[in-house]
């Protein structure tokens, strides 16, 4: 009878959602995206191939307004998952494992992500004269 009385599972008493696990999850769910923007990547690259009409079938959906928000999404994912991983690779050579080396790594992948992802926009505009 006292086997009733015990907790299924005590890690979820004191279970707290973190930072780093946050940014784990994150990673893996960025990998995922990048997988299905490069199908469109690679769809794009075969309207060129394809001729004339099936490239501006392609360009007319990257540059709706809700290809614009994957494009930016994706763009966001990359450079998001490209300075996690190196938080990582840090990681496996024992740099920065203390929890608050962790959570300041984190929170930097994430600012260097967002500051990458604006630049890497403005440059684009700036470069195609905001035809984009």
Do not use: K
């Amino acid at each position: 009878m006292a086997a009733q009385n015990r907790p299924v599972s005590p890690h979820l008493q004191i279970y707290r959602f973190m930072w780093t696990m946050a940014l784990s999850i994150t990673h893996r769910m960025t990998g995922m995206f990048l997988t299905i923007g490069t199908i469109f990547l690679v769809y794009w690259l075969v309207s060129i191939a394809a001729g004339e009409a099936a490239y501006a079938t392609a360009q007319g959906l990257i540059v709706s307004w809700p290809g614009r928000l994957l494009l930016f999404a994706w763009t966001l994912a990359f450079y998001f998952h490209f300075c996690n991983g190196l938080r990582h690779l840090f990681w496996d050579a024992g740099q920065g494992l203390e929890l608050s080396q962790a959570r300041l790594s984190g929170y930097l992948a994430v600012v260097a992500a967002i500051i990458l992802t604006v630049v890497t926009w403005v440059a684009a505009y700036l470069v195609d004269g905001g035809a984009l």
